[in-house]
């Protein structure tokens, strides 16, 4: 018998051991549960913990690849994709999926125009106009399936240059963005113009709402004003939304919904041509695991519509809070009029004394809070949810120490760090 090299063991470990070592391996890992982290993690506390668990345990093992041998699974899909187009005011012809991600669901999107624009216009060099302010997942989208990207430019207030994306209209353009809200400064895009114009020339129109599909619903509904962004729009062919941010279950949850069958059959993939048999699949996954997807039906049903009000609720006041603090903190500001979970900290360019929020963010890590550094311009991103209550005081003591601290200093390394490789 040869041996292997010796990483792996040739004989087991003791199960306790092998997961006191996951432990410890942990031990540098974001405080989420602490509260200190804003995005990445978003917490809805034990006892939506406690539900997620359970029905994760119970769906550890099943396999969503074939919803006929796997029939809840099937059904907990359709339902979510219900129970999610319904708060998105979609017609009862809208029909969708569940995903991995919001970059999955957005990569279906991508597909999804690009085989619409050519089996109904007879297009075959697509082209798509996303702005900068659009999540990386679009261009990942475009370069995975062949689609030119034409990136346009974001006004004053970050929201998408509607004119911009206008004048980059050619009759090969088969999507066109906007997000509700975008990530960087968390502004909603216009969308009711940028469906007009999609839908002009027979085009698709999707609208990102990864980060905000389970929120801006419960904003509205706890009297807010929330801009128009969903079905309501009659251009709107296509809506992401993760169920694993702001809808509090754990990670793998996201909804893609079209207007109608017919716009999701683009989405799909089916074959009949080889010696295994039929496959049909509805997005990027074959083997496809019914963990997050129970977990996600089952949070939104303990949940219910007061749980997420609830929330929504806590997540508004203490996004609320940390906006007035870093407005009153001299040397750094709120990027753009956003009102809802996400808050972008940049340095104040009008103060006396401008703050480096590199800097900034370096010295609140140490105090064990998590910001992901974004740019450009430099800043600090923050998705607050409702995880972040509890602490909200905390940090802004931290804060107003920190930013002390820091002072006139600035850091060398001016790297951000949304995603990274290893
Ligand atoms: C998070 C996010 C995505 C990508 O979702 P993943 O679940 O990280 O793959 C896409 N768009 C927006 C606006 C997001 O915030």
């Given at each position: 018998m040869t041996e292997l090299s010796g990483h792996l063991h040739q004989q087991g470990r003791p199960a306790a051991e092998v997961l006191s070592e996951l432990r410890e391996k942990r031990t540098h890992d974001a405080r989420w549960q602490d509260g200190r982290t804003f995005g990445l993690v978003y917490d809805g506390g034990a006892e939506v913990h406690a539900v997620a668990e359970k029905a994760a345990m119970m769906y550890l093992h099943e396999n969503a690849l074939n919803p006929r041998a796997f029939p809840s699974l099937g059904s907990i899909q359709s339902e979510v994709c219900q129970w999610t187009a319904e708060l998105f005011h979609g017609p009862d012809t809208s029909a969708g999926f569940l995903t991995s991600g919001g970059t999955e669901s957005l990569l279906c999107a991508v597909k999804a125009a690009r085989e619409r624009g050519k089996a109904e216009r007879g297009i075959t060099k697509p082209q798509m106009i996303v702005p900068e302010s659009a999540h990386a997942a679009f261009h990942k989208g475009a370069h995975y399936f062949?689609?030119?990207?034409?990136?346009?430019?974001?006004?004053?207030?970050?929201?998408?240059?509607?004119?911009?994306?206008?004048?980059?209209?050619?009759?090969?353009?088969?999507?066109?963005?906007?997000?509700?809200?975008?990530?960087?400064?968390?502004?909603?895009?216009?969308?009711?113009?940028?469906?007009?114009?999609?839908?002009?020339?027979?085009?698709?129109?999707?609208?990102?709402?990864?980060?905000?599909?389970?929120?801006?619903?419960?904003?509205?509904?706890?009297?807010?004003?929330?801009?128009?962004?969903?079905?309501?729009?009659?251009?709107?062919?296509?809506?992401?939304?993760?169920i694993h941010k702001l809808g509090y279950s754990p990670k793998g949850a996201s909804v893609i919904l079209h207007r109608t069958k017919q716009l999701r059959s683009y989405q799909t993939f089916v074959f009949d041509d080889w010696l295994g048999g039929f496959y049909a699949s509805p997005n990027m996954q074959g083997t496809r695991s019914g963990l997050p997807m129970a977990a996600a039906w089952a949070v939104i049903q303990y949940l219910g519509v007061d749980g997420y009000i609830d929330l929504t609720t806590q997540m508004l006041g203490a996004a609320d809070k940390m906006r007035a603090?870093?407005?009153?903190?001299?040397?750094?500001?709120?990027?753009?009029?956003?009102?809802?979970?996400?808050?972008?900290?940049?340095?104040?360019?009008?103060?006396?004394?401008?703050?480096?929020?590199?800097?900034?963010?370096?010295?609140?890590?140490?105090?064990?809070?998590?910001?992901?550094?974004?740019?450009?311009?430099?800043?600090?991103?923050?998705?607050?949810?409702?995880?972040?209550?509890?602490?909200?005081?905390?940090?802004?003591?931290?804060?107003?120490?920190?930013a002390e601290q820091v002072g006139a200093s600035r850091v060398e390394d001016r790297s951000t760090s949304y995603a990274t490789l290893e």
């Open positions: 062949g689609l030119e990207l034409v990136k346009t430019p974001v006004r004053t207030d970050w929201t998408a240059n509607v004119e911009a994306m206008a004048d980059a209209m050619t009759p090969n353009t088969v999507l066109m963005v906007g997000s509700a809200p975008q990530y960087p400064q968390g502004v909603i895009d216009d969308i009711p113009a940028i469906a007009a114009l999609a839908s002009e020339i027979g085009a698709s129109c999707h609208v990102d709402a990864c980060i905000g599909g389970f929120v801006l619903p419960f904003v509205e509904l706890v009297g807010r004003d929330v801009t128009p962004w969903d079905f309501q729009i009659e251009g709107v062919t296509s809506i992401s939304a993760d603090a870093i407005s009153a903190t001299e040397g750094i500001r709120v990027l753009g009029d956003a009102d809802y979970h996400i808050i972008a900290t940049s340095s104040d360019p009008e103060a006396k004394h401008p703050i480096d929020v590199f800097a900034l963010g370096n010295a609140l890590g140490e105090l064990g809070w998590h910001f992901d550094r974004q740019g450009p311009p430099d800043s600090l991103h923050a998705t607050v949810s409702a995880g972040n209550a509890a602490a909200v005081d905390q940090f802004i003591a931290d804060l107003g120490q920190s």
